[in-house]
């Protein structure tokens, strides 16, 4: 009998044994989960950091986009191009048109402009003149212009460098004694073109009745 007490303690005791060892491993995991847990919250941390990158690498790549697309814009607002040049025609005309409205203006500077250096002209009273002698003649000009214009001008010209212009000036104004006048002149220019510029040589006026 002793015995037998003796087993049913020893299988007791080894079950009740058994029973607190099972009640005790699943307070384990507990601790593991806390442990698995706790880095959880530094997971997020470099989505933050990645962002700012991610902006900073757009920005130049943008900034290269945005430059090539104002360089046609400017090229677009560059100045145009020169218009056609003047035929040799209208160029003349132009020249005897300014130096007709420099009489009456005065202005020495561009009647001085149109004649050469080797310029020989004869006036309406057949006084012979250089260049010097056009530009003194002007200057004793006392008269008060209301107009002053060419009309029928005639352009002939003889090889590339050579031309004569035959044409009438129409003057209205005032005459130094306050009388007014109204006259006309018939003159023949002769021009040349030497360096790429129009010049007169020669000159013939005569007044018109």
Same mark, same amino acid.
């Given at each position: 009998? $002793?015995?037998?007490?003796?087993?049913?303690?020893?299988?007791?005791?080894?079950?009740?044994?058994?029973?607190?060892?099972?009640?005790?491993?699943?307070?384990?995991?507990?601790?593991?989960?806390?442990?698995?847990?706790?880095?959880?919250?530094?997971?997020?941390?470099?989505?933050? /950091?990645?962002?700012?990158?991610?902006?900073?690498?757009?920005?130049?790549?943008?900034?290269?986009?945005?430059? $090539?697309?104002?360089?046609?814009?400017?090229?677009?607002?560059?100045?145009?191009?020169?218009?056609?040049?003047?035929?040799?025609?209208?160029?003349?005309?132009?020249?005897?048109?300014?130096?007709?409205?420099?009489?009456?203006?005065?202005?020495?500077?561009?009647?001085?402009?149109?004649?050469?250096?080797?310029?020989?002209?004869?006036?309406?009273?057949?006084?012979?003149?250089?260049?010097?002698?056009?530009?003194?003649?002007?200057?004793?000009?006392?008269?008060?212009?209301?107009?002053?214009?060419? &009309?029928?001008?005639?352009?002939?010209?003889?090889?590339?460098?050579?031309?004569?212009?035959?044409?009438?000036?129409?003057?209205?104004?005032?005459? $130094?004694? /306050?009388?007014?006048?109204?006259?006309?002149?018939?003159?023949?220019?002769?021009?040349? &073109?030497?360096?790429?510029?129009?010049?007169?040589?020669?000159?013939?006026?005569?007044?018109?009745?």
């Amino acid at each position: 009998m $002793k015995l037998m007490t003796s087993l049913l303690g020893i299988l007791a005791l080894t079950f009740v044994t058994s029973a607190v060892a099972q009640e005790e491993s699943p307070s384990a995991p507990p601790e593991q989960s806390t442990s698995t847990t706790t880095p959880a919250p530094e997971a997020p941390a470099p989505t933050p /950091s990645a962002s700012p990158e991610t902006r900073a690498t757009a920005t130049p790549t943008e900034q290269p986009s945005a430059q $090539k697309k104002e360089k046609p814009a400017a090229a677009k607002t560059a100045p145009a191009p020169s218009g056609k040049k003047m035929s040799v025609e209208a160029a003349l005309k132009d020249n005897e048109n300014r130096w007709e409205a420099a009489i009456a203006k005065h202005d020495m500077v561009i009647i001085g402009s149109m004649a050469a250096d080797d310029f020989a002209g004869v006036n309406f009273d057949g006084k012979v003149m250089s260049r010097s002698g056009l530009i003194a003649e002007s200057k004793k000009d006392r008269d008060t212009y209301k107009s002053a214009v060419n &009309e029928r001008l005639a352009v002939h010209t003889y090889g590339p460098n050579v031309a004569v212009i035959v044409g009438t000036a129409h003057e209205k104004g005032t005459g $130094k004694d /306050s009388q007014p006048f109204d006259r006309k002149f018939r003159f023949t220019d002769t021009w040349v &073109e030497r360096n790429g510029r129009w010049q007169c040589v020669a000159s013939q006026v005569m007044k018109l009745p």
